[in-house]
T-cell receptor, first 111, second 110 residues
Framework: SQTIHQWPATLVQPVGSPLSLECTVE??????LYWYRQAAGRGLQLLFY??????ISSEVPQNLSASRPQDRQFILSSKKLLLSDSGFYLC??????????FGQGTRLTVV | GQNIDQPTEMTATEGAIVQINCTYQ??????LFWYQQHAGEAPTFLSY????GLEEKGRFSSFLSRSKGYSYLLLKELQMKDSASYLC???????????FGAGTQVVVTP
């Protein structure tokens, strides 16, 4: 069966520090991968999606970047965090037309 | 514009029925999905409609009208554990490019 792992679960980082969140999928090949952000009480905002290794599409201009070094690995990064980067970050995968499966999420607080 | 609209909050009593409406205007349509999200947790998949009509899965049913850009999620025999946010999402293309609504917080009272 397919599983998705996302870590860490919570993170408190100072303004200006770097960020790296990692997500891996097991049990499937060539998944489409996504990073979402959810502000408190809000819906999910799509940040990045990837349909293959090295292929990244950005949905909104921002202080973040994404990379996909391996088929089932998706990384969200920042060189210098801003206060506005705080939120709940979710990694997800699909096979295109199917429902999205989400990781457990990372609660990021920038202080 | 591209919008997915759903009510912010709904309250219902245990054992009752609640209907959550969702209207959408998106560039591209490849299916309408409903997710449940408990506070602090990731969303979990509930149901999926790609053709017009009603899909039933136990206590949950979802309806779609593509011509009207409208869907609803029906929760029957409400239980306390159904208190959660319910997210409407449109899959905009064959690559799984989802656009989510802001979610409807359902509060189930005894």
């Amino acid at each position: 069966s397919q599983t998705i792992h996302q870590w860490p679960a919570t993170l408190v980082q100072p303004v200006g520090s770097p960020l790296s969140l990692e997500c891996t999928v097991e049990g499937t090949s060539n998944p489409n991968l996504y990073w979402y952000r959810q502000a408190a009480g809000r819906g999910l905002q799509l940040l990045f999606y990837s349909v293959g290794i090295g292929q990244i599409s950005s949905e909104v201009p921002q202080n973040l970047s994404a990379s996909r070094p391996q088929d089932r690995q998706f990384i969200l990064s920042s060189k210098k965090l801003l206060l506005s980067d705080s939120g709940f970050y979710l990694c997800a995968w699909t096979l295109g037309d199917t429902e999205a499966f989400f990781g457990q999420g990372t609660r990021l607080t920038v202080v | 514009g591209q919008n997915i609209d759903q009510p912010t909050e709904m309250t219902a009593t245990e054992g009752a029925i609640v209907q959550i409406n969702c209207t959408y205007q998106t560039s591209g349509f490849n299916g309408l999905f409903w997710y449940q999200q408990h506070a602090g947790e990731a969303p979990t998949f509930l149901s999926y409609n790609v053709l017009d009509g009603l899909e039933e899965k136990g206590r949950f049913s979802s309806f779609l009208s593509r011509s009207k850009g409208y869907s609803y999620l029906l929760l029957k025999e409400l239980q306390m554990k159904d208190s959660a946010s319910y997210l409407c999402a449109v899959n905009k293309n064959s690559w799984g490019k989802f656009q989510f609504g802001a979610g409807t917080q359902v509060v189930v009272t005894p």
